[in-house]
């Protein structure tokens, strides 16, 4: 089976009046399809830069990152990008910011429409169609921004720290409901975190960057002893603290 996404010895440095400073430095792997892959590092070596280069919004200055063979670039519709705020419109009901990005690309077909009715009504959320996004919890708000960027059908979903702005109960059982819909769908994803028990609760593989300029410091398989594996059971493992510890030393070896 062929990755889906590979990233090859990219490197980036940002340039300013100031000089020169290296973000990333030869940063390679792969993501198989269906796969999940967390990322995790030393606040502000690139975690977020990286992401931004999956999704073409800005180009590596060496290397290449190609999506199902085809060289990722900007303007392109195959990445789904899910920040750390849900951009919801307040003006809008739940439904019209969730058929947004249709509206946007002029494909607001009768099969675009009933996958999004679809959708609404297998994450919960069709209840609320015609409430605005200031009557719904953070939970529910990120879940609507979540079946926005399905309804789309990318290729790739990328998940910028999407529960960092929630309370510690609420992220928990956010994360764990993201964990299944991504599962269901069969999407494979790419989750930059600060935290390492939610990197390993949700993901197949844990990516651990160095400090910048960041490199490929560690790449850990996840595999947890667990029936019917959920982010939510995954913390139950009895194998759990072996890969937080060995996560946790990776990142703070050259602290």
Not at 12 to 41: Q, R
Not at 154 to 179: C, H, K, M, W
Not at 225 to 248: G, M, Q
């Amino acid at each position: 089976m062929d990755p889906v996404l590979k990233v090859r010895d990219v490197c980036l440095s940002y340039h300013t009046l100031s000089g020169e400073t290296p973000a990333l430095s030869h940063i390679s792997f792969d993501l198989m399809p269906g796969e999940f892959l967390s990322i995790v590092g030393p606040s502000g070596c690139g975690k977020s830069t990286l992401l931004n280069l999956i999704a073409g919004l800005i180009e590596p200055e060496c290397g290449s990152i190609t999506l199902k063979g085809k060289t990722v670039s900007s303007g392109s519709t195959s990445v789904g990008y899910m920040l750390q705020k849900d951009h919801l419109l307040e003006w809008r009901s739940i439904y019209k910011n969730i058929l947004l990005g249709l509206e946007i690309r002029g494909e607001l077909t009768p099969e675009k429409l009933a996958h999004a009715e679809e959708l609404l009504h297998t994450y919960g959320l069709d209840r609320f169609r015609d409430a605005r996004p200031s009557q719904l919890s953070g939970g529910m708000r990120q879940r609507a921004a979540l079946i926005r960027t399905l309804v789309l059908e990318p290729e790739l979903l990328l998940l910028d720290e999407p529960f960092s702005a929630l309370d510690y109960q609420t992220r928990l059982n956010v994360s764990d409901d993201i964990g299944k819909i991504l599962k269901s769908s069969g999407k494979p994803a790419i989750l930059v975190t600060h935290d390492i028990s939610e990197a390993i609760s949700m993901a197949d593989q844990v990516l651990v960057l160095s400090a910048r300029p960041a490199t490929v410091q560690k790449v850990v398989d996840i595999h947890l002893s667990v029936e019917k594996r959920t982010p939510l059971t995954s913390r139950n493992a009895p194998d759990f603290k072996k890969y937080f510890n060995l996560i946790w030393k990776e990142l703070n070896k050259n602290a």
